[in-house]
């Protein structure tokens, strides 16, 4: 990989009341790429994005962009820190000013960000084009407009900053099957024009599987299993991975026969379990694994796993 533009090394975040969100996560986001973040709810994915973006400090580990730390570019350039790194958020109308028009919620950040004025207004009326949002938007009002519409006025905010990163938590959550495609299209077109970064977090696989370039699997606040998004569709190694690969209803007929399904709920935060994280849940426990956590394996092909019992055949061939 080339020098990553994102790097957690060994990133812990304990809230309050002892609830451990994210613990000991090392992860590289490399310039340009779209990496997808998956795993139940609970699972630690917003805490990632609010470490990212300097929301949340970590209790222990580094985060950095640009070889810098997060809370170095925070302390010495606010502004620019800010300007980089955009966050489009899972509720897209709660995160609009609800009483400004979307016009002036636009025009805001050039004053705050000092953009030159007109320039700036020109790229925004470009933006608008882009996103199919016609001029009769930036006279409404927050609660006037559709979720669709708020996503997209969230985006033309978020790219009227020229950002190096997007950190899309969720983003077509709620919306209609033909506005989340509308929606990833546009991201995708976003990428492709301008070489944006993205982290995009979903629960929908085949949003992660159509989208990302590879794809990151959180359990319990623990990256459980990193690959390139073909392959972990195909050949999940970790048993966490592959029970979520197995419910994705776009896999192919014969693989919907090897569903995995899960029992129970994820455990508590406060107290996970002993050894690996997953293994009250596992098909595949055996003795060791209530005692021994195991490490984030390299194996190979930009494949990394953190399980003492890794599969390796393809989800197809499982018993
Ligand atoms: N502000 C907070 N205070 C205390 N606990 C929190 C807070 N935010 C999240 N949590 C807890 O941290 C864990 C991870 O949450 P979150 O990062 O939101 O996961 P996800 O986005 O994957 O659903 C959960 O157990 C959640 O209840
Ligand atoms: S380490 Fe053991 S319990 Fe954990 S995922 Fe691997 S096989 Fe399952
Ligand atoms: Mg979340």
């Known amino acids: 990989m080339t020098s990553p533009l994102v790097e957690f090394t060994q990133v812990s975040v304990t809230y309050g009341r002892g609830v451990r969100a994210l613990h000991d996560v090392s992860l590289c986001i490399a310039k340009g790429e779209i990496l997808g973040l998956v795993g139940e709810s609970g699972s630690g ?17 580094k985060v950095t962009l640009g070889g810098k730390s997060v809370s170095d570019c925070l302390r010495e350039q606010p502004l620019a820190f800010r300007r980089r790194v955009q966050m489009l958020l899972q509720d897209a109308v709660a995160s609009l000013s609800p009483r400004m028009p979307i016009g ?16 700036t207004r020109e790229r925004l009326r470009g933006i608008l084009e882009r996103l199919g949002l016609s001029a009769d938007v930036l006279a409404k ?4 407009i559709s979720g669709g519409q708020a996503r997209r006025v969230g985006v033309a905010r978020a790219l009227l900053m020229q950002p190096e990163l997007i950190i899309a938590d969720e983003p077509t959550a709620g919306l209609d099957v033909s506005v989340q495609g509308e929606l990833l299209n546009l991201l995708l077109d976003l990428h492709r024009e301008f070489g944006l970064t993205y982290l995009l977090v979903s629960h929908n696989l085949n949003v992660i599987r159509r989208v990302t370039t590879r794809t990151a699997v959180m359990y319990l606040g623990q990256i459980v299993e990193e690959a390139p998004t073909a392959s972990l569709f195909v050949r999940p190694a970790h048993p966490y991975a592959a029970a979520l690969v197995s419910t994705n209803p776009a896999v192919d007929p014969a693989r919907r026969a090897h569903r995995i399904v899960l029992q129970g709920e994820i455990p508590s935060g406060v107290s996970p379990p002993t050894g690996c994280r997953f293994h009250t849940r ?6 060791g ?10 194996l190979g092909e930009g494949r990394r796993v953190r399980c003492h019992h890794p599969y ?4 197809r061939s499982f018993p």
Request: net charge negative; proline share 16%; glycine share 4%.
């Open 45 to 61: 994915k917003t805490t990632l994005c609010r470490v990212l973006v300097g929301l949340t400090v970590p209790s222990s580990g």
């Open 104 to 119: 002036r919620i636009l025009a805001e950040p050039i004053a705050i960000h000092h953009l030159p004025e007109a320039p």
């Open 141 to 144: 009002f927050p609660h006037q």
């Open 282 to 287: 596992c098909p595949v426990a055996q003795p």
């Open 289 to 298: 694994c209530a005692h021994e956590e195991p490490a984030l394996r390299d």
């Open 312 to 315: 390796t055949l393809p989800l």
